[in-house]
């Protein structure tokens, strides 16, 4: 056994003597094969070097490919378009109220009077006060009340009058009260001949005093106005017009007043032009 083991040793070693002068004779190694006389660390380098994404030149993104911002959504409004889009909004809704309003010719103002609105100022969220204080308390930068009314007898104020533009020094007391005056954004007597002749005596009294159709201006423009409806007669703060518009839009809408075809045409347009 071991002669065996001998001889084959010696078969195995006499195979790579010879294998290794066959490489030495060569004139040029077989691919892969690493030379004796050449360090191991500059055979590796001799290999592709691995493929890196260099950041010192990038590569141009083609234009087709191209991202442009805007394509990421919409930026969001500034300060300075959001005023803007909520008056869009209101014209919109307003003048969906507008299209639900008859349009029908003026009636006679027969048998119109003032008391078939109530007698003086109703108190129709029964808080204690009468419907001319509580406008004045929401309208006023009030100053004073007087004593012993729980806050709601307003004494003094200062106005900024919707119709001029104009601030208002109001003072409670006979010769100074007129300088601010409650008006009806729909007149009493327009509303009389659009429809409220038929209204009971309980809705005309919740017409008369309903805030939505109260506002505190300025007392010589309001007697100016009279009975005028929107086709006759617009503020002097044309900044106005929209809003001035839509309270009566609304008012007339919320108790079933129609319009007239001038009324409703010049409505359509303040609220298209000036609220847009």
Known sequence: MRK????????????LLAGCGAQAGSAEPSPGAISPNIPAEIVIRTEAPPILISTEEPTATPESLTVEPKEFGT??????????????????????LLAEIPVKGRAPKTGYDRDLFGSGWGDPDR??????????????????????????????????????????????????????QIDHVVALSDAWQKGAQKLSAERRVSFSNDPLNLLAVDGPTNASKGDSDAASW??????????????QVEVKHKYGLWMTEAEHDISGRILKERCA
């Not at 065996?4 to 195979?15: D, E």
């Not at 930026?75 to 969906?96: D, F, H, N, V, Y």
């Open 234 to 247: 617009l503020p002097p703060n044309r900044g106005y017009w929209c809003e001035y518009t839509t309270r």
């Open 127 to 180: 808080n204690g006060c009468d419907a001319r204080n509580d406008i004045l308390d929401r309208d006023l930068d009030v100053h004073t009340y007087k004593p012993g009314t729980h806050e709601c007898v307003v004494l003094t104020g200062t106005l900024l009058d919707p119709f001029t533009g104009q601030t208002i020094e109001f003072q409670r007391g006979q010769g100074t009260s007129n300088a601010v």
């Open 75 to 96: 930026p969001e409004p500034t300060m300075s378009t959001a005023p803007k889009a909520k008056k869009t909004g209101q014209a919109t809704g307003t003048l969906s």
């Open 4 to 15: 065996l083991v001998n001889t084959l040793g010696v078969t195995l070693v006499s195979a």
